[in-house]
């Protein structure tokens, strides 16, 4: 079975933002993170994908974003396979997603 995750989420994250009126600090708060990392984020200087499960999976609530949208849904950019480093990760980031349903 192949997953996907997202290469462009900077755009994503910015826009998302802006939709729901907040500002970068007010999804830094609600992300638990500093505004400095989030700022990082949306200028794409870090990559999400490349951060902590944690943060990860923060932001995109933070954002009320779907995070399966990022692992294989419309913003999913690269095909990830079973034997991928990356197939890990995504099945703990569906957990942790399952856990707060």
Do not use: C
């Amino acid at each position: 079975m192949g997953w996907e995750i997202m290469t462009t989420e900077n755009s994503v994250l910015k826009s998302q933002r802006e939709k729901l009126g907040l500002t970068q600090e007010e999804v830094a708060q609600r992300a638990g993170i500093r505004l400095e990392q989030y700022q990082r984020y949306e200028k794409n200087d870090i990559r999400i994908s490349s951060s902590s499960l944690r943060i990860v999976h923060a932001v995109l609530k933070a954002l009320e974003l779907d995070t399966t949208d990022f692992t294989k849904g419309k913003y999913a950019t690269r095909s990830i396979t079973e034997d991928d480093p990356l197939y890990k990760f995504i099945k703990e980031f569906e957990k942790m997603e399952g856990e707060h349903e």
